[in-house]
């Protein structure tokens, strides 16, 4: 355990990414676009949403047709995540955690992640669900090479007044329904 309080920022942000959610228009994926046709072609991961997350799925099938697409697989506690492809209407089953995995597939290895989080803040920190997948995944693929973490959220997810940690990886791009932020670092 650390000093620093998580648990009361996660409770927190829960609950105004549920209000964003609830007043949230039906079309979300513009400046997620915008971004993403940056990068077509290039192997792309992107999430099935779970609770109240925001939806990347338009997105993800819009890039689908220029190159591969997968979702992240939780391969074990303290693990990084692996990338099972991806298409439209492909048959998913439960992964652990509640998730949804493609029943079947190649594994891949994304140089562009669309990442799910619970809030974010301007310096590109990010805070999810407690697990540290998606921590340890882009330090691991950070030292294989370049990659763009792309966060995903609603605008009302940011807090900025974040706790980070020394392992918490951070994003290069933060993406609203609203605008891209670049982080100040
Ligand atoms: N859509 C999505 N897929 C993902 C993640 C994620 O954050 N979002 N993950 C990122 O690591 C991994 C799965 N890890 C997870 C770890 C914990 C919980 C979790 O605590 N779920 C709550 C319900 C949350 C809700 O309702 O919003 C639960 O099961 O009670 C979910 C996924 C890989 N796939
Ligand atoms: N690269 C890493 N190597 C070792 N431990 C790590 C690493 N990244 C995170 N951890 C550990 O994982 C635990 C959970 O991390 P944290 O609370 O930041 O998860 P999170 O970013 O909210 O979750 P997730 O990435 O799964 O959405 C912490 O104890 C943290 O120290």
Known sequence: ???????GARK?????????????????????????????????????????EIDPGPALRAMAEDGPVCLPV??????????RTWTAGREMIDGPFGAPVPASGEWI???????????????????????GFYDRTLEVLRRAGPITAIGFAYALQEDAGLPL????????????????ITPTG
């Open 165 to 180: 940690e020394p392992t918490d990886a951070l994003l290069d791009l933060i993406v609203t329904e609203r605008e891209v």
């Open 109 to 131: 290895v994304p140089e562009v992640l669309i990442v799910p989080l619970l809030a974010f803040d301007r310096r590109g920190g990010r805070l999810g669900y407690g697990g």
């Open 1 to 7: 355990m650390t000093g620093i309080d998580k648990d």
């Open 74 to 83: 939780v391969d074990g506690p303290d693990r990084p995540l692996r990338f």
């Open 12 to 52: 927190a942000a829960f609950a105004r990414r549920k209000a964003a959610r609830g007043a949230a228009g039906p079309i979300v994926t513009g400046p997620l676009l915008d971004v993403l046709d940056g990068h077509r072609g290039r192997p792309l991961s992107g999430y099935a949403p779970i609770g109240t």
